[in-house]
């Protein structure tokens, strides 16, 4: 099926795509509270895709895919979250995602693959509680929150603030904070490296009883500023 004009999920409504393939060329709109349920198929995006508060994709069963190569917006207000969801949801990226307001998430389980001709950008914030994986060079201006892992060969290169807690850089590529980057290290639980490398060139913060634990094979380097608060720990 091929969306040529315009789809809209209904507020507090859902669609179910479990089957064959659905392509939007078109304008498709995930309103307040709406779910897009993928089961073992592929949705594909080469138009323009928006997700409103508290909105979400989400994966079932084995093998669902959002391949986004069009626009995926994230506009779910100041303080709501758009989520991309589910425990083997894929999303695979060689469009523009524009995080316009709010929070985008991805869950636990699903993967977001920043591939070649993808970009991230806007005021919003990027939460990864799954996994984010860089699979060709990006820079990330937008606000970006690590509870999950981070990985994939490409290069990222962190423009803006970064904030860590209980995640995991997993590598083999270089996540670069750059001069104009802040990196917080939060929480009581410990951020690991434990392949690629991790440069700080900007300002990095250890919290009081935060942890950042290196692990063989990985490197972490600072060109820039690192405190470290009460009680925390390298």
Do not use: H, K
Request: glycine share 14%; no cysteine.
């Amino acid at each position: 099926v091929t969306v040529t004009g315009t789809w809209n999920i209904p507020a507090s409504d859902s669609a179910n795509v479990t089957g064959g393939s659905l392509v939007n060329n078109g304008t498709a709109t995930l309103n307040n509270s709406s779910s897009l349920y993928i089961y073992n198929t592929t949705v594909t995006n080469t138009g323009t895709v928006t997700m409103r508060a508290n909105s979400e994709v989400y994966g079932y069963n084995t093998t669902p895919a959002f391949d986004n190569a069009g626009t995926l917006v994230v506009n779910p207000g100041s303080t709501g979250t758009a989520t991309l969801a589910g425990g083997s949801l894929v999303i695979n990226s060689t469009g523009s995602i524009q995080l316009s307001s709010g929070t985008l998430d991805i869950s636990s389980g699903a993967t977001l693959n920043l591939n070649a001709g993808s970009s991230v950008s806007g005021r919003g914030t990027l939460e990864d509680q799954g996994t984010l994986r860089v699979n060709s060079a990006q820079s990330l201006a937008s606000p970006f929150v690590v509870q999950g892992v981070v990985a994939g060969a490409g290069a990222l290169t962190v423009t803006g603030a970064m904030t860590t807690s209980g995640g995991n850089f997993e590598g083999p590529g270089t996540v670069t904070l750059a001069t104009s980057a802040t990196w917080e290290v939060a929480g009581s639980g410990s951020t690991s490296v434990s392949g690629g490398s991790l440069v700080n060139d900007g300002t990095a913060t250890i919290d009081a009883i935060a942890t950042l634990s290196i692990y063989s094979g990985a490197t972490v380097t600072n060109n820039g500023t690192m405190t470290m608060y009460a009680s925390s720990e390298i």
